[in-house]
């Protein structure tokens, strides 16, 4: 095992491996993702597992590890999204803080006696709790979209020695203080965000979506977060209610590098907001149609953001379970970071796959993006979502939607397709090695748009040619 070290995806989940987990293992420091749960490995987790640089997801769940969790696994590159599961294990002892700050209460769950500073109640062997406006534990029913709130423990303290007690708590009591925070260490606090926008002003306003404004809101301690608010008609529209809940049905479920992360929500019948990281260059479209934007996204800039989709998809569709079909890719719900990395968002329609079910479904998307099956059949499959990356990454290339373009491929008098005239001008000609993985990227993009879907690619065989047609190493020639 420890002679893979070019391997960077290991999926063993689902089988009925055992013994021990290899110590080696921690030789692969390209691995991101390492899934042994469902087997019945014994023993303690190596501590070699924290020299694995690259890794962002680890799912040891639903095994028989005991023991105590490594401190070394503190190591993990927590900068990056880091997804961690080791629930349903016989683990024991403290859970390193580092680790425990950074991971939600469900991925220690029905284990024999782990506790942690960050969570309520803390270590009986710990110092003082840390300070905690608002923590509350969540429980999510896997089969119906209703929220329950388990437990709530709340907390006010002063945030100048001036204020008084009173005015803060009538605030609160005013507002509503259904407020679930996703963010592990408890630190966001309702008011905190009322605060931060001065009760939804518009000059915090950034854009309006779908179902709702979204407003950019600075916390106390620094941290910038998104606050997506539905307006006041919006919240009696029962629509809107099913993809504020559904949205938060789906984000709390799922974690990936190239994923919007969800933190929080209010829901209240006078105010209903979802919080999310604070994505900062905006949306794909706008950077695509601003020309100083457009112009920072170079080739291989745009080859990356193509990739980085279609690894979210992949994983959107193949590693979680059931698959969960986002049904709204576009250029407008793919927004880009400081470092120009790709994160979709807005999963208000998304919808997991029943395999017991005919997963029949409305009519829904972005139009322009929609696939052309889902004009005659309600069915929604996987293959809808490739189409609309397919869409998603001509448009990348070409700097505009590619709708014309489209349409002209299935002419039968269609001539060979020259890279230099669908390119977008705004850019220099490519590099020959460059020139060679946007063409690659085209051709799976155009299969992608097959007018019958079952000739689509899957979007995991998507992502893994990405990898290799984009990756600097890439020789055509081999």
């Known amino acids: 095992m420890g002679n893979l070290r070019n391997l960077q995806r290991l999926h063993l989940q689902g089988n009925m491996l055992s013994g021990s987990i290899p110590t080696t293992i921690g030789n692969l420091k390209n691995l991101y993702a390492l899934d042994l749960s469902n087997n019945i490995f014994i023993g303690s987790i190596p501590m070699e597992i924290g020299d694995m ?3 962002t997801l680890l799912n040891l769940s639903h095994n028989k590890l005991y ?14 999204y880091m997804e961690l599961d080791f ?25 024999k006696g782990l506790c942690s500073n960050y969570w309520v109640p803390p270590c009986k062997s710990s110092g003082t709790r840390p300070k905690v406006k608002i923590s509350i ?14 437990i709530v ?12 007690l009173n005015p803060d708590t009538t605030k609160v009591q005013k507002n509503g203080d259904i407020f679930s925070i996703w963010n592990y260490d408890g630190t966001i606090a309702y008011s905190d ?3 931060a926008t001065e009760e939804f002003d518009d000059k915090y306003c950034i854009g309006i979506g779908g179902f709702g404004s ?42 990936h590098r190239n994923i919007v992360k969800l933190y929080g929500f209010c829901s209240h019948p006078r105010s209903k907001f979802l919080v999310y990281e604070y994505i900062e260059r905006g949306s794909l479209a706008y950077a695509l149609v601003n020309e100083k934007e457009a112009v920072k996204l170079d080739w291989k800039k745009r080859l990356n953001i193509i990739k980085g989709v279609a690894h979210a998809l992949s994983y959107l569709q193949h590693d979680c379970t059931p698959p969960l079909i986002h049904r709204d890719i576009s250029s407008n719900n793919v927004l880009l970071d400081a470092d120009l990395e790709p994160h979709i968002s807005d999963f208000g329609i998304a919808k997991f796959l029943n395999p017991d079910s005919s997963n029949h479904t409305i009519l829904a998307g972005t139009y322009g993006y929609i696939a052309p099956e889902l004009a005659y059949t309600t069915t929604v499959t996987e293959k809808c979502d490739v189409y609309s990356f397919g869409v998603l990454a001509l448009e990348t290339i070409m700097g505009r939607h590619p709708g014309e373009f489209i349409s002209s491929l299935s002419l039968p008098t269609t001539k060979d397709i020259i890279l230099k005239d669908v390119l977008d001008l705004r850019l220099p000609l490519p590099t020959q090695l460059v020139a060679e993985g946007l063409t690659s990227t085209m051709m799976l993009a155009i299969v992608c748009l097959h007018i019958n879907p079952k000739y689509r690619p899957t979007m995991q065989c998507i992502s893994q040619e990405l990898e290799s047609c984009t990756n600097p190493r890439y020789n055509p020639s081999t």
């Open 53 to 55: 640089e690259q890794l």
């Open 137 to 150: 534990i969540i429980s999510f029913s896997s089969t119906i979209f209703v929220v329950a709130l388990v």
């Open 193 to 195: 965000i009322m605060e």
């Open 214 to 255: 979204v407003y950019i809101a600075k916390l106390p301690l620094g941290k910038v977060v998104a606050v997506k608010k539905l307006h006041r008609l919006e919240t009696e529209d029962k629509s809107f209610e099913r993809s504020f809940t559904n949205e938060i049905h789906v984000l709390t479920r799922i974690r």
């Open 87 to 111: 629930s349903y294990n016989d683990l024991e002892g403290v859970v390193p803080d580092k680790i425990a700050s950074k991971t939600p209460l469900k991925a220690w769950e029905n284990n």
């Open 153 to 164: 423990a709340v907390w006010f303290f002063f945030r100048q020695k001036s204020k008084n």
């Open 67 to 80: 023991g105590s969790i490594p401190v070394q696994l503190g190591n993990l590159n927590f900068a990056n």
